[in-house]
């Protein structure tokens, strides 16, 4: 199956609230990247991580990485209208610069 | 600072006709990477670039599908003799060097095959 699986696939939450969504993985790592795509757009790169960093944070978004479960988190805090998008994550895991990504999670913020 | 530049934003072809996608990386990147996008799904690896070399086209198709990155001018994914199913979001990322993780994505370029 792809590497790089987000769960949930849909989110619909209300403005304020936190999101979580995860993602996994099969194969040993570099790095794993985090990107949203608004609809009918290009996609903005939002955060990386390594593969010996536990956590990150970068303003209200935060990611985990536990290398152990091969899996990954990212949380938005304080969600607003415009964190609605589609957030794909997405692996180096072939170790040669192409990125392998997940179908995505698609959130929804209600204002 | 320009970003990525991806041109068409959206193109329409009818089947058997040629689509011929540009993309103009950042100032200052040498790489250039393909991904296509089907309706719903995440992107899917098709080729990496640098300056007048293929690096990788594992993820292309064997047949109809060609990428170049000339010295001078936009990289360009060649698609010859499309077919339906060849309608897709096709984006272009860049990135300065082979040791830099981070790509970035160009806006994209819309194919629909009538």
């Known amino acids: 199956s792809q590497q790089g699986e987000e769960d949930p696939q849909a989110l619909s939450i209300q403005e304020g609230e936190n999101a979580t969504m995860n993602c996994s993985y099969k194969?040993?790592?570099?790095?794993l990247q985090w990107y949203r795509q608004n609809s009918g757009r290009g996609l903005v790169h939002l955060i990386l991580?390594?593969?010996?960093?536990r956590e990150k944070h970068s303003g209200r978004l935060r990611v985990t990485l536990d290398t152990s479960k091969k899996s990954s988190s990212l949380l938005i805090t304080a969600s607003r209208a415009a964190d609605t998008a589609s957030y794909f994550c997405?692996?180096?895991?072939?170790?040669?610069?192409?990125?392998?990504f997940g179908k995505g999670n698609q959130v929804v913020v209600i204002p | 600072n320009a970003g990525v530049m991806q041109n068409p934003r959206h193109l329409v072809r009818r089947r058997g006709q040629e689509a011929r996608l540009r993309c103009s990386p950042m100032?200052?990147?040498?790489?250039v990477y393909w991904y296509r996008q089907l309706p719903e799904e995440g992107l899917k690896f098709m080729v990496y670039?640098?300056?007048?070399?293929?690096?990788?086209e594992s993820g292309m198709p064997k047949e109809r599908f060609s990428a170049e990155f000339p010295k001078e001018g936009p990289s360009i994914l060649r698609i010859q003799q499309v077919v339906r199913g060849d309608s897709a979001a096709y984006f272009c990322?860049?990135?300065?060097?082979?040791?830099?993780?981070?790509?970035?994505f160009g806006p994209g370029t819309r194919l629909t095959v009538l």
């Open positions: 990322a860049s990135s300065p060097g082979t040791r830099t993780d981070t790509q970035y």
């Open positions: 194969t040993s790592i570099n790095n």
């Open positions: 991580i390594r593969s010996n960093e």
């Open positions: 997405a692996t180096d895991y072939y170790g040669n610069n192409r990125l392998a």
């Open positions: 100032k200052g990147h040498s790489h």
């Open positions: 670039l640098q300056k007048e070399n293929i690096i990788d």
